[in-house]
T-cell receptor, first 114, second 110 residues
Framework: NAGVTQTPKFQVLKTGQSMTLQCAQDMNHNSMYWYRQDPGMGLRLIYYSASEGTTDKGEVPNGYNVSRLNKREFSLRLESAAPSQTSVYFCASSEGAGALDTQYFGPGTRLTVL | EDQVTQSPEALRLQEGESSSLNCSYT??????LFWYRQDPGKGPEFLFT???AGEEKEKERLKATLTKKESFLHITAPKPEDSATYLCAVRWIVNEKLTFGTGTRLTIIP
């Protein structure tokens, strides 16, 4: 039981390049999330998917797109990377999107944009 | 604006020296408070959920408590393996948004 997995672990991009971060969960959870973590700031929600087939913006969605490919997989795409998107990205999942559903996190992707 | 503040930012303790970490939040209505542990280079690992004032949860050397305006994570007789950053997150009643604090970096010195 791997939980939440993310690929790649590390990535370096040049400004303007695009890439997709992949996330998969094997806990049969309905809801999935993408966060970014920057020094001195709490985790901030980029996008989430309450259930298969739905996606919604979080606190900091600009510059990102997402796809809920199926119940297991939720990808995050940067169409034209900018240095401000240098961060550590975490995917999380929860059984539901209810207020008291616990979110379980993946190991993260460390992204540097030059 | 709803805020979550954790203190101290960093804490160094000798092995066996008990202490507490604080998570305070603006009193606009809490649905739940979550504690996570995060090791360097890894994702947050879930520890506890607290729902109402007066509630307590325990796991090994950790005990989390909740009042109407703050939560404490008490660490009793810590060991070096307890070194990590501890995050708290609050789910608000009004919009059910989950807001994370910036964490307390705990170092236990052997």
């Amino acid at each position: 039981n791997a939980g939440v997995t993310q690929t790649p672990k590390f990535q370096v991009l040049k400004t303007g390049q695009s890439m997709t971060l992949q996330c998969a969960q094997d806990m049969n959870h309905n809801s999935m999330y993408w966060y970014r973590q920057d020094p001195g700031m709490g985790l901030r929600l980029i996008y989430y998917s309450a259930s298969e087939g739905t996606t919604d913006k979080g606190e900091v969605p600009n510059g990102y797109n997402v796809s809920r490919l199926n119940k297991r997989e939720f990808s995050l795409r940067l169409e034209s990377a900018a240095p401000s998107q240098t961060s550590v990205y975490f995917c999380a999942s929860s059984e539901g999107a209810g207020a008291l559903d616990t979110q379980y996190f993946g190991p993260g992707t460390r992204l540097t944009v030059l | 604006e709803d805020q979550v503040t954790q203190s101290p930012e960093a804490l160094r303790l000798q092995e066996g020296e008990s202490s507490s970490l604080n998570c305070s939040y603006t009193v606009s209505g809490l649905r739940g408070l979550f504690w996570y542990r995060q090791d360097p280079g890894k994702g947050p690992e879930f520890l506890f959920t607290l729902y109402s004032a007066g509630e307590e949860k325990e796991k090994e050397r950790l005990k989390a408590t909740l009042t109407k305006k703050e939560s404490f994570l008490h660490i009793t007789a810590p060991k070096p393996e307890d070194s990590a950053t501890y995050l708290c997150a609050v789910r608000w009643i009004v919009n059910e948004k989950l807001t994370f604090g910036t964490g307390t970096r705990l170092t236990i010195i052997p």
